[in-house]
């Protein structure tokens, strides 16, 4: 039995003020995530990493999420702070990232200060780089896993759609200013003083978002406190003794969430190059096709390159904003088969006819995957920067989708786990969890789970929401390590050499040929196919939800 005391509650006037608060912190993680993306590929590459070395760096990214994200997860389940279970992870997680941020972009400097000038030094920069690069991916993932636990936590079920839906909303803007930003020249409007390059401003800026963005949703968003539990009574677990549990649950799903697990497992291996190689993709396709010859010789190519596909990205991003935006709107929510809100006569026929044709989120998400896959299958015939720039608009509403989608049923079926076992015996006069109003009751209000009779299928407590999610998220992971295993074999073939567009200080010789197939397009439609079978994962979810 768990025992809990207090209510979660969301400052705000009105409910879209709270989700905003309570989603907040995504914009300061996808923003940074975003830096990382588009920069740190060409970063290392700049460094002087071939295409296959660097594809083992990103390795990091699909570790910490295999190792972190459950584990933290799973700790953070059994956590009886006073401050919640959530947000103390959040708050020190993004200082450590901020932290791991700021020494990989002054990698050199800090390298510099110690080591002589040498190959040597080259070497131990490039360490460096990579060991920036594993700790900041590994904290972050702690971080953006309590985030997500933090949305189930506090949102009753009926909610969850709700919430992964302003979840959605708050990544496309976290993706979309990161872009937009990207696209300036920072030193030349802000000067030297905040670092010399473009990347280490950018660092900056990304270091700042997100400490202040956690800041903004630990200080809005008040958690239960966990009394008692069957996990939390068993704090002195090992890590041995959690990855047992891990594996255990693991093995043992509900059907639902298994099926919602083999979607991310399928299309992610899709997902992966696209977001990590697409910047790179589309600067290459606008320095060998389109670059004036001057262009080509700046001293600066990794800020170009940046830019410019962060150009691309911004398109990408206005798009996956404008979907997570409207489609909400034109999308059936899993609970309205049960609750049609009447409308007003004068237009009752429009929308008795709109809604007959409104799709429901598995459909939608169905030919998302689609759309994905027929877009990125192109990528080896585009030889412009603006056909390579369309295509990534094209995955605008796919990505919008892939963001809403899983953890709205994720959420739901979560919930729905603990809802028929679950009831709520207030100790004062306090109204249950609810989102319509801010709550700050002055007396504790305990939740306990299986104490009395009553049932509530829309309460939800999210207790093992970080035990879940950490699943969820090593279904995402695994396909990232069978991605890097592709694009290393990829680039290995096609183009084993050093990157004739930013390692400038390697010999010609060891750059690569420019006349084959671009290796990021092959790789790019190797996951389009890929993300088909994602296709057919999702109808094999929309039957179970039909078959009841």
Not at 524 to 530: K, N, Q, T
Not at 532 to 541: E, H, K, V, W, Y
Request: with cysteine; charged share 15%.
């Amino acid at each position: 039995m768990a025992s809990w005391a207090g209510q979660p509650s969301v400052k705000g006037s009105t409910e879209s003020m709270r989700m905003a608060l309570l989603t907040f912190s995504l914009v300061g993680i996808q923003f940074t995530w975003g830096i990382e993306m588009t920069y740190c590929t060409p970063y290392l590459l700049a460094l002087g990493l071939t295409k296959s070395r660097t594809s083992l760096v990103w390795i990091a990214g699909p570790l910490s999420g295999l190792i972190v994200q459950p584990i933290i997860g799973v700790l953070a389940d059994r956590s009886k702070s006073k401050y919640g279970r959530r947000r103390p992870v959040m708050l020190i997680g993004s200082v450590l990232v901020a932290a791991c941020l700021i020494t990989l972009g002054w990698a050199k400097e800090i390298v510099g200060h110690f080591v002589e000038e040498g190959e040597f030094r080259k070497s131990c920069t490039v360490a460096l780089a990579v060991v920036a690069i594993y700790a900041v991916d590994f904290a972050i993932n702690a971080v953006q896993a309590c985030c997500r636990s933090l949305i189930v936590d506090t949102l009753p079920i009926p909610k969850q759609q709700t919430g992964s839906a302003w979840a959605s909303r708050m990544v496309a803007i976290g993706h979309l200013t990161g872009y937009v930003i990207g696209t300036m020249d920072l030193v030349k409007i802000f000067g030297p003083s905040f670092g010399d390059t473009q990347f280490k401003q950018l660092i900056l800026v990304s270091a700042v978002a997100l400490i202040i963005s956690c800041g903004v949703t630990s200080w809005a968003v008040t958690e239960r406190v966990l009394v008692s539990g069957r996990d939390a009574d068993a704090p002195n677990k090992g890590i041995v003794e959690i990855i047992q549990h891990i594996f255990k649950t693991a093995t043992s799903l509900p059907p639902r969430i298994q099926a919602i697990c083999n979607i991310q497992l399928w299309s992610w291996i899709g997902w992966f190059p696209f977001y990590f190689y697409s910047t790179t993709f589309v600067g290459e396709m606008y320095f060998r096709y389109d670059a004036p010859h001057d262009v080509k010789q700046s001293k600066d190519a990794l800020g170009d390159i940046g830019r410019i596909g962060s150009l691309a990205l911004v398109v990408f991003s206005s798009v996956v904003f404008v979907g997570a935006a409207i489609l909400p709107v034109l999308i059936r929510s899993p609970d309205e088969e049960n609750f049609t809100k009447r409308p007003p006569a004068a237009i009752a026929a429009v929308l008795t006819k709109f809604n007959k044709y409104r799709p429901d989120l598995l459909t939608a998400w169905i030919w998302g995957h689609i759309l994905f896959s027929s877009s990125m299958i192109l990528t080896p015939f585009a030889h412009s920067f603006r056909f390579a720039t369309f295509l990534m608009a094209l995955c605008g509403i796919p990505s919008a989708l892939s963001s809403w989608a899983p953890s709205t049923f994720m959420g739901i079926e979560v919930n729905r786990l603990s809802a028929p076992a679950t009831s709520y015996r207030s100790l004062s006069a306090t109204s249950p969890l609810e989102l319509t109003s801010p709550i700050t009751p002055t007396t504790p209000t305990r939740l306990e789970q299986g104490a009395v009779a009553e049932k509530d299928e829309n309460n939800a407590t999210g207790e093992l929401s970080g035990l879940y999610f950490g699943i969820l998220n090593i279904y995402t992971t695994i396909p990232q390590f069978i991605g890097t295993f592709i694009s290393m074999i990829v680039f290995a073939l096609l183009e084993p050499g050093k990157s004739p567009e930013l390692a400038h200080d390697a010999d010609p010789s060891e750059h690569h040929s420019t006349d084959g197939p671009n290796a990021i397009a092959v790789c790019l439609c190797i996951g389009s196919f890929c993300t088909i079978g994602a296709a057919f994962a999702t109808r094999r979810l929309r039957n179970l939800y039909r078959g009841g």
